[in-house]
């Protein structure tokens, strides 16, 4: 399944605290708590998840909706 390929090129490529990736096979979500998300913008972050799909994201993943936060950011929002 591709949610197991994006979930494993984004954990071999952050540090995750948690890491979740759902789908239909076109569309994903993913939630990544992460520190290397630390003093990042939200942009960078996108781009730090953008990095670690490489061609993955311009080939076989059609949409990907990411929430990205810090470990002390997701406590928060708990």
């Not at 090129?9 to 708590?33: E, M, P, R």
């Not at 942009?43 to 810090?70: C, N």
Request: charged share 25%.
């Amino acid at each position: 399944m591709l949610e197991d390929v994006i979930y494993q090129a984004i954990d071999a490529n952050l540090k995750c605290h948690y890491l979740d990736v759902t789908g239909d096979g076109q569309h994903f979500d993913a939630v990544v708590v992460s520190d290397d998300f630390i003093n990042k913008s939200r942009l960078q972050r996108h781009r730090m998840i953008y990095a670690a799909l490489g061609d993955k994201m311009r080939q076989e993943v059609h949409a990907l909706s990411m929430k990205l936060y810090t470990i002390l950011e997701f406590s928060e929002n708990k």
